[in-house]
């Protein structure tokens, strides 16, 4: 099993910037790709970035690219996302993910754990 629990959420002007985090605890958290997910209301889920268990590789999707930043510290189990140039658009609740092996890292459906999540509100 593995546990994980975002942090960082909150209330930002458009163009302002955020960082959430995932803190991950349980099996080995290095042999997993992670991923972050976001669900605005009525709107389906969708992924957001996804790096791999060596954090050598990451994805974005094409609405965040150039604006966010996922990164990992192994040490501290703990994978990042930091959001800049905010969006109204970007409001959503924010998930993190994990799942063994890096194919199909943009499919939420092949995640093995995810966290509660954690609100992201952009206001204009």
């Known amino acids: 099993q593995v546990q994980l629990v975002e942090s960082g959420g909150g209330l930002v002007q458009a163009g302002g910037s955020l960082r959430l985090s995932c803190a991950a605890s349980?099996?080995?958290?290095?042999?997993?790709?992670m991923g972050w997910f976001r669900q605005a209301p009525g709107k389906e889920r969708e992924f957001v970035a996804a790096i791999t268990y060596s954090g050598g590789v990451t994805y974005y999707s094409e609405p965040v690219k150039g604006r966010f930043t996922i990164s990992r510290d192994k040490a501290k189990n703990t994978v990042y996302l930091q959001m800049n140039s905010l969006k109204p658009e970007d409001t959503a609740v924010y998930s993190c993910?994990?799942?063994?092996?890096?194919?199909?890292?943009?499919?939420?459906?092949?995640?093995?754990?995810w966290g509660q999540g954690t609100q992201v509100t952009v206001s204009s």
């Open positions: 349980g099996r080995t958290f290095s042999n997993y790709a």
């Open positions: 993910a994990a799942k063994l092996g890096i194919r199909d890292v943009g499919s939420g459906s092949r995640y093995d754990y």
